[in-house]
């Protein structure tokens, strides 16, 4: 007896109780947020920003009440405070630290760099560099001190104590034409920053004629050729050589370090 018919390909499998369950489950859309979840959001966002710009710039919590200041020798922490001339209860956020820099800068030539910085929640630090003097000139009847720049940027009455005197006495030469009253004191004050320790604290003045030619007085009234400032190592080590070997002489000539020169009036 024939066996029973199987089912045309193709066509699906049924049981008694009714259709065969799918081997994979239909998939279900994503549900969109509802408009009220996103006004929430939105409401809630908004809000957070309004506290945070209030807590900023309206409230009292984050505003300038201390002016710190660091890294002072000359200057006082009173006169940096008053030329940086911060407002007083100024949200902190928005003071120009900017603006303060350029003021202490024009207002106090001795500083030579300052770092404007914020504290919080109440400070604001300022780290001020001040100029070293290297040298001095004599500018009618007054000292105007000179840093390793050659820029004058502080004036006394009185001599200060350790810094030598720079003489400019620029000839008429092509040289002194062509290099300026400027670029001299520069070039002097290279020198000044090149001499050995010992040489610098026994210096007095420096003589200045011309780009080349610059000679530096001791005490004792000994004097040092030094030429210009190229070869400022090979100098000092030159100088430190003929005073240790002839501390009698009172004339030193390190213009040429490889082929020096040292006498005795």
Partial sequence: MAGPTTAKSGTRRTSSSGPLPSVFPARRRPRLPRRRTLLVIVVTLTLLAA?????????????????????????????VR????????TPLVSVDTAGI???LRDRLPRIAKVTVSRSWPHT?????TERKAEAIVQEGGKFREVDAHGVRFATSVKRPKGVPLLEMEPDRSPSSRHFGAARL????????????????????SLRVRSYD???????????????SGERGTAKARTLTALMKARPDADHFDVSAPSAPAVSRS
């Fill in 51 to 79: 506290a945070g710009v209030w807590v900023f710039y309206g409230s009292s919590w984050l505003r300038a009440e201390r002016v710190t200041v660091t890294g002072t020798r000359e200057l006082t922490a009173g006169e």
């Fill in 82 to 89: 008053e030329a940086a001339d911060v407002s007083p209860d």
């Fill in 101 to 103: 820099e350029r003021r």
């Fill in 124 to 128: 604001i630090s300022l780290d001020v």
């Fill in 185 to 204: 004191r520069r070039e002097a004050v290279r020198v000044v920053t090149q001499l050995p320790t010992a040489v610098r604290r026994e210096a007095r």
């Fill in 213 to 227: 030619s610059i000679t530096l007085v001791l005490t004792r009234g000994r004097t040092v050729a030094w030429g």
